[in-house]
């Protein structure tokens, strides 16, 4: 599975406020490169977390993109993939409108009312872990379902398992300028942090450039 890693972040390296108000971090032309790299991969990926925050739908907007994924024989839209352990996904929620195929990654800890209610809304639910979804796990559920890329939105819990796990191939960070502040707001990654150094992801860089009023820096992932 080739995963992508893409987010923007504040010059602080935050995700968004303290209050986890979705803040409009990049500009238009960031949002562009978004949508086409969202038309570019099976799959785009947020944690439960942000789906409570942000109610997002993660589909691609530009009807041009859109044609030409149906051009190339590929779905419409790339699918929806939530890491919700306990299936807490609220039935109302824009990700589960039509628009796109839906994939929750649960936990088998997730209540059986929960998972059927899911379903019932036509999401495709897979079981991927114990108590927490386990990303290994779920990425080869999704690779059983025909999916070989994905891109990974956030927010920083989920990121923090991913890179964790050692699952990131690239990862692509919009840094705009403004300071969000407040030691509780998310990071890029936060979870229980690396305390050795030699745990760091190691990052090549890649290619950085002005983008709006910000800066876009690509990194690859140093396997070694
Ligand atoms: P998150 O990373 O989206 O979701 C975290 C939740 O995912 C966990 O609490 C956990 O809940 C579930 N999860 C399931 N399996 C997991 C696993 N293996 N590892 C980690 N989590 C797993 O939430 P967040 O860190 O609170 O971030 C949300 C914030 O980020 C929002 O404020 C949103 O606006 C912001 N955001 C910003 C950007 C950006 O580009 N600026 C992008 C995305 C999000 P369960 O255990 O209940 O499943």
Partial sequence: MDVHVNAAMSADGKLS???REQIRISGDRDFQRVDAMRADVDAVMVGIGTVMADDPSL???DPGLIEKREDDGREPQPARVIADSRARLPLDARILDD???TIILVAEAAPSERRAGLTAEDAIVRVAGESRVDLTTGLDALE???ISSIMVEGGGELLASFFEAG???TLTVYIGSMVIGGADAPTLVDGAGFTATD???ALVR???SPLDDGVLVEW???AD
């Fill in 17 to 19: 406020t303290v209050d």
């Fill in 59 to 61: 589909t691609v907007d």
């Fill in 99 to 101: 628009t796109a195929e």
């Fill in 144 to 146: 059983a379902h025909g």
């Fill in 167 to 169: 699952l990131v191939d």
């Fill in 199 to 201: 745990d760091f992801p």
């Fill in 206 to 208: 890649e290619s950085v």
């Fill in 220 to 222: 690859s992932i140093d």
